[in-house]
């Protein structure tokens, strides 16, 4: 089953699948109700499970994924409230790491940081904050062997390349 997102003036940018035929492509979830877009978009597929980021006007940037039917599409965590003005949120750049997605996500008073997720809200957390007093994070992901590799800012040194093997402390 193939995921997209579409555009109609009855329910904005959502989400949609298909398997190939026109029987079978349609919208999967109007997430954000009415003509409202939710604008999904980031896909990555992680062990049969796609993790996608949404749009709320209200709410930010939202980590969702969805097993490719309505009721397995579900809100994972949101990363921030826009109607508080300090802390925005952001969603993107996922990376499948041993069982887990990382992505740089923000939303908190720490600024764009490394998160991970098991896929439940409990399950997701913000990895290490490197930059206490801004935005440390930047989308560049990759995984070698037995380590996920970025880059990040932190205030003595600048600009580095790190390395996790999926600890904070790692």
């Known amino acids: 089953k193939m995921l997209f997102t579409a555009l109609t003036v009855e329910s904005g940018w ?10 079978t492509t349609g919208l999967l ?19 049969g499970t796609m993790f996608f980021s949404v749009y709320d006007q209200l709410l930010g940037d939202q980590l969702w994924k969805t097993d490719g039917t309505l ?9 921030g409230d826009m109607r508080i003005p300090t802390t ?7 990376t499948e790491f041993q069982g887990n997605t990382y992505f ?7 600024g764009l940081e490394i998160w991970r ?3 439940r809200a409990g399950g997701t957390e913000e990895l290490i904050d490197l930059n206490p007093n801004g935005n440390s994070a930047f989308i560049f992901n990759i995984v070698v062997n037995d380590h996920f590799y970025f880059i990040a800012e932190t205030e003595s040194t600048g600009t580095e390349f790190f390395r996790t093997d999926g600890t904070s402390s790692g």
Do not use: Y
């Open 14 to 23: 959502e989400l949609w699948s298909s398997a190939g035929t026109d029987a």
């Open 29 to 47: 979830r109007d997430i954000v109700p009415g003509s409202v877009s939710a604008f999904p978009g980031m896909f990555t597929n992680v062990a």
């Open 71 to 79: 009721g397995g599409t579900t809100l994972v965590k949101s990363m």
């Open 88 to 94: 925005g949120s952001h969603v993107s750049g996922f």
């Open 104 to 110: 740089l996500g923000g939303g908190s008073d720490h």
């Open 117 to 119: 997720t098991d896929g």
